[in-house]
């Protein structure tokens, strides 16, 4: 009978210590759990954007026109949006054109609105949502979430996107608007030089030199486009000239300061290569016109 009694104790003294065990275990998971799913909330709380400009714009002209894209982010929160269109000719953008009555979508597309006003119902619906995936788009890049807006978003949702993907930018330091300048007189070859910028986030998005005839009739830029003005072959260019302004207007937006072409005494510029023009009009008439755009 003892030796029954001290088995008996033994098995029950064994079976307390592995179910002991067992309890330790079963605690150990819900803290895990909930240590997981208290991280996953606080890092959703916080996925907020950092505080400052966002821009980014299309890398292409398509019809004469390339859209971009300008966020303002305060306290973690998109504030404002600026969804316009910059014209390769330079001068006002498309939201300024529209406001101007330039545009005319509702007369000549027969849209709901003038381009600038859905425009800006597509801004308000981002600043409220915080997301651009938000504004969902069909095949053609126009959406239904957003009423009274029939314009194609597309482009606006994806810039949106790409700005807040790249980070904080420093804006330029010129004001935002469109600049004009032109000479005064017209030379011996009955043309005058005219410059036209569009600033966009404080930069030169936009530049275009040309140069209007007195008789009113193509500009120099157009001529040499359509083969009539012929600079290569009779004055032995390096290219003809639209081709060689081009360049020059394409230095300016990547130096963001006309004083960069460093000019030689002939107005001519080794700055910039394969272009064997003279420069010196072009970067006195940005020069000119800039002095609007100091902030």
Do not use: R
């Not at 997301?131 to 314009?151: L, R």
């Not at 004055?235 to 006309?258: M, R, V």
Request: hydrophobic content about 35%.
């Amino acid at each position: 009978m003892k030796k029954i009694s001290l088995l008996f104790l033994t098995t029950m003294l064994v079976a307390g210590l592995l179910a002991g065990c067992g309890g330790k275990t079963e605690t150990t998971k819900p803290e895990t759990t909930t240590e997981s799913t208290t991280t996953d909330k606080t890092t959703a709380e916080q996925g907020t954007y950092a505080d400052g400009t966002y821009y980014a714009e299309q890398p292409e002209f398509t019809d004469g026109w390339k859209y971009a894209v300008t966020l303002q982010v305060e306290g973690g929160k998109i504030t404002s949006a600026n969804w316009t269109g910059i014209n390769e000719a330079g001068g006002p953008d498309k939201k300024a054109l529209s406001k101007e009555g330039k545009y005319g979508m509702k007369d000549k597309g027969k849209a709901l609105g003038e381009w600038h006003e859905e425009a800006e119902k597509a801004e308000q619906f981002l600043i409220e949502k915080q997301d651009p995936k938000a504004i969902t788009t069909n095949a053609e890049g126009k959406t239904d979430a957003i009423t009274g807006v029939t314009i194609t978003v597309s482009p606006f949702a994806e810039l949106a996107e790409k700005a807040l993907a790249a980070g904080v930018v420093e804006p330029g330091p010129y004001k935002d608007g469109a600049y004009h300048a032109e000479e005064a007189n017209f030379d011996d070859g009955g043309f005058k030089y005219t410059v036209d910028l569009t600033v966009l986030n404080g930069n030169i998005v936009a530049a275009n030199w040309d140069a209007q005839a007195k008789d009113g009739g193509d500009t120099k830029k157009k001529l040499s486009k359509d083969g009539k003005y012929g600079m290569k072959e009779k004055g032995n260019a390096a290219g003809e000239w639209h081709e060689e302004a081009q360049k020059a207007e394409q230095f300016l937006i990547e130096k963001q300061d006309p004083a960069a072409f460093s000019l030689n005494t002939e107005g001519k510029s080794d700055a910039i290569s394969g272009v064997t023009i003279t420069v010196s009009p072009f970067v006195d008439l940005v020069t000119k016109a800039l002095e609007g755009a100091k902030k």
